[in-house]
């Protein structure tokens, strides 16, 4: 039969998630954050999490391993559970609804799709996360050569700091789909 005349293949469904449980979903999330910059992270208990799973300091994230794109009232109810904490974060193996990704915009709710074990920053409020970190590794790079006396004094706090946030933005840039500069 010529080609013209043959019917379209149906499309290849996504393929499914490289993690093969919502516990090494979680585990993934928590070191996307420290890759991120945020310290003290550490993953909840799963019967005591009050719709928390991961939580650092100044940050607590939410992650959902579903077959089905996460809806408004999940992103709803991981802001009402951070209500007091400055960054909340959401990882989804599966996507969003537009409805969600609204209201995350709205209420300053960062957004990660998975692909695999890569994370992606979903909505604004993500990539301005993500530009953060860069300009954190930047100031903390600045700093550490105007002042390298004082830091070494002080045992090379601001070179370590340096450094661990230069570890974290090069695992995002080979982990993830952004660029973040070192």
């Known amino acids: 039969v010529p080609m013209m005349f043959r019917r379209p293949r149906p499309a290849t469904p996504a393929p499914m998630p490289t993690v093969l449980s919502w516990q090494a979903a979680e585990y993934?999330?928590?070191?996307?954050?420290?890759?991120?910059?945020?310290?003290?992270?550490?993953?909840t208990q799963a019967s005591r999490d009050g719709?928390?799973?991961?939580?650092?300091?100044?940050?607590?994230?939410?992650?959902?391993?579903?077959?089905?794109?996460?809806?408004?009232p999940d992103v709803q109810r991981l802001r009402g559970a951070a209500f007091r904490v400055q960054h909340a974060l959401f990882f989804s193996w599966s996507g969003y609804t537009a409805g969600a990704v609204d209201y995350a915009d709205q209420n300053g709710v960062a957004l990660f799709t998975v692909v695999g074990a890569a994370p992606m920053a979903t909505n604004a409020v993500a990539r301005s996360l993500l530009a953060d970190q860069s300009t954190r590794i930047m100031r903390l790079q600045q700093h550490?050569?105007?002042?390298?006396?004082?830091?070494?004094?002080?045992?090379?706090?601001?070179?370590?700091?340096?450094?661990t946030l230069r570890t974290g933005a090069r695992w995002a840039q080979e982990h993830w789909r952004v660029s973040v500069p070192i």
């Open 28 to 43: 993934l999330a928590a070191e996307a954050m420290r890759a991120m910059g945020f310290e003290h992270v550490q993953v």
């Open 51 to 72: 719709g928390v799973d991961v939580i650092a300091h100044g940050a607590v994230a939410q992650v959902k391993l579903l077959s089905s794109a996460v809806q408004r």
């Open 144 to 163: 550490t050569h105007t002042t390298g006396t004082d830091a070494a004094r002080r045992g090379g706090a601001m070179r370590g700091a340096a450094r």
